[in-house]
């Protein structure tokens, strides 16, 4: 029988057969974190509404972030649970903003909507509103962070920059899928493409695979800094550092999209 009862999220990724087990649970928010079409439940746009407009995928100040989260109608006690249509991609995204604004509440669905249809369930309930506005409150824990402070903890011995792009770009040697930008990477920073986490069917692969490949590349450091093409999948690295037991976790918001632009004044090295 599906659990009737609210549920805390102890550990921040599910399965298709817990969500199922757990779907009328009162305190259970599913968020749509899809980019670009949008499929189903609740939408968490994070191309448009969620993203600040000085930058691409730009996080939100924490006054933001609360008015829009309170207006899809989600309270404080909100068990939430966020998932993409392609498997595992921005979702993770949206798990670290809730994260990065107090609410841990909060996990995503391993393989996304892939997943869930092919475990055989029924189409996510669509939710478009209107909505009562919620409780929820944002309060800054200070984890998305700027070009400066991750140049200056690429630089440090107990830290880690790590880029969830691929090894071809972290290296230069493929074009950036946007226009305008350098090729190469913020020196000092070390390559995990998200990619080599996921399986083929973009679920994380076993625990002990992840934590694995997680520990190669952050060697003795205890902060760990996580960059991309415009932090989106920079979560997905974070995400697989936290199952893994790390603490301190932080996203470079700016990414790729901010470092690999023009840099007339040379504050962004680049090295390829």
Not at 54 to 61: A, Q
Request: proline share 6%; charged share 20%.
């Amino acid at each position: 029988m599906p659990e009737t009862t609210a549920i805390n999220l102890r550990f921040p990724i599910v399965g298709a057969q817990w969500l199922a087990a757990n779907i009328a649970a009162p305190n259970l928010v599913i968020l749509d974190a899809s980019v670009g079409e949008f499929a189903g439940a609740c939408r968490f746009d994070i191309d448009g509404e969620f993203s600040a407009p000085e930058g691409v995928h730009t996080m939100l100040s924490a006054e933001d972030f609360e008015a829009k989260v309170r207006a899809l109608g989600i309270s404080k006690d909100a068990a939430i649970v966020v998932y993409d249509r392609q498997g595992m991609f921005s979702a993770a995204r949206g798990w670290f903003m809730f994260v990065a604004m107090g609410h841990d509440n909060v996990a995503v669905l391993d393989g996304g909507l892939p997943a869930w249809e092919a475990a055989g369930f029924n189409q996510l309930p669509l939710n478009e509103g209107p909505f009562t506005p919620g409780s929820f409150v944002a309060e800054d824990r200070g984890l998305f962070v700027d070009a400066l402070t991750t140049k200056a903890f690429a630089k440090r011995e107990d830290a880690a920059v790590i880029d969830a792009r691929s090894a071809e770009r972290f290296a230069g040697t493929a074009p950036e899928p946007r226009p305008g930008l350098r090729a190469g990477h913020i020196p000092g920073s070390v390559s995990l493409p998200f990619t080599s986490l996921l399986d083929e069917q973009r679920r994380f692969r076993a625990p002990e695979e992840v934590k694995a490949a997680v520990d190669a590349v952050a060697g003795d450091a205890e902060t760990l800094i996580f960059s991309c093409g415009s932090g989106v999948t920079a979560c997905i690295d974070a995400l697989a550092a936290y199952v893994s037991g790390y603490t301190e976790l932080a996203v470079y918001d700016g990414s790729w999209a901010e470092w690999g632009a023009e840099d007339p004044a040379g504050l962004r090295p680049v090295e390829a």
